[in-house]
Each structure stands twice: as C-alpha cells, then as structure tokens.
C-alpha cells in the first residue's frame, strides 16, 4: 500500500505563489504516474496536473497552464506543484494521486492511492 502526504497549502493573497508538496512511501516511488487535482465546495474533483514516472510526460490543465508547473524528485519521493500569479478561483483541496500504471491520467479513477489534501485559500 502506497501512502500519500501533501503539504504545503496555506492562505496567500490574489496574485502571489505557493508550491504543494507530496511525498510518497510505501512502494517504489519510480514506478508511479503522480497527478495533482483539486475539489472546491460543491464542485467535482477537478484535474490540474500529471507527471509520468519517468518525469517524460508532463500535462497541465489548458486553463492553468502557464501559471502552473509540475514537477518530481525521485530522490526525495516528493512530487511538486507550483502555483504561480493564483487567483479566488484556485482556492480549493489539492488533491496528489498515484497511479500504477506509471503515466498519471485526467481521469481521477484511474488513480490508486490519494492523499488526504491539502486546504488553499486565496485572498482577492
């Protein structure tokens, strides 16, 4: 069984940065596809960002993309999300997933394991 834990959420005002942390343990960090998605009060689990194992395919959401940027170290288990120039829009739980098959996906059931989340609140 494969444990996700985030970090790094928080309040910040309209326009500034936060970046989310999730590391893993419990299986092999190499072999996962992480993903990253968000859920808002009375919304769906929405998709934001995917990783491959291998770090080779990365996605971003079309409506983040150039505020948003993905990223992992294998040596620390550790997936990141940065998030640039936020807005009221993008407060929200983020989300961090695993999954098995080693590419990440849009979908959010193809993913194995979740974390529990963590809370971003932004500030107009």
């Known amino acids: 069984q494969v444990q996700l834990v985030e970090s790094g959420g928080g309040l910040v005002q309209a326009g500034g940065s936060l970046r989310l942390s999730c590391t893993v343990s419990g299986r092999p960090f190499t072999t996962y596809g992480m993903g990253w998605f968000r859920q808002a009060p009375g919304k769906e689990r929405e998709f934001v960002a995917t990783?491959?194992?291998?770090?080779?395919?990365?996605n971003v959401a079309d409506s983040l993309k150039g505020r948003f940027t993905i990223s992992r170290d294998d040596a620390k288990n550790t997936v990141y999300l940065q998030m640039n120039g936020l807005k009221p829009e993008d407060a929200a739980v983020y989300y961090c997933?695993?999954?098995?098959?080693?590419?990440?996906?849009?979908?959010?059931?193809?993913?194995?394991?979740w974390g529990q989340g963590t809370q971003v609140t932004v500030s107009s």
């Open positions: 990783i491959s194992w291998r770090g080779s395919d990365v």
């Open positions: 997933g695993a999954d098995g098959s080693g590419w990440g996906d849009h979908i959010a059931s193809a993913y194995d394991s």
